[in-house]
Nanobody, 115 residues
Framework: QVQLAESGGGLVQAGGSLRLSCAAS????????MGWYRQAPGKQRELVAT???????NYGDSVKGRFTIFRDNTKNTVYLQMNSLKPEDTGVYYC?????????WGQGTQVTVSS
């Protein structure tokens, strides 16, 4: 059974930083597509970043140059380092994984950026 557990969200001022963690079980992060999505109030869920073996990383246009996705294979955990945060980065951040063509989601963690 695949489980994705996010942590690290919170309240931060604009210009600040946060690091989100996604501890995975039932899926090996180094061998499968993993990533982060977010959903702001009243908006659709959108891509933040993905990391896929043999392909590399991909970022949404609004976070390029500010966010970095990386993983620790020994901990089977995926991270999202978020720098230079803006109020428009506010939302619920979801960890995503794909195993054998099936998508899995974490419960989400709230990120709020105050101006």
């Amino acid at each position: 059974q695949v489980q994705l557990a996010e942590s690290g969200g919170g309240l931060v001022q604009a210009g600040g930083s946060l690091r989100l963690s996604c501890a995975a079980s039932g899926i090996i992060v180094s061998r499968n597509a993993m990533g982060w999505y977010r959903q702001a109030p009243g908006k659709q869920r959108e891509l933040v970043a993905t990391i896929i073996s043999l392909i590399g990383t991909n970022y949404g246009d609004s976070v390029k140059g500010r966010f970095t996705i990386f993983r620790d294979n020994t901990k089977n955990t995926v991270y999202l380092q978020m720098n230079s945060l803006k109020p428009e980065d506010t939302g619920v951040y979801y960890c995503w994984g794909n195993l054998q063509s099936k998508d899995y989601w974490g419960q989400g963690t709230q990120v709020t950026v105050s101006s």
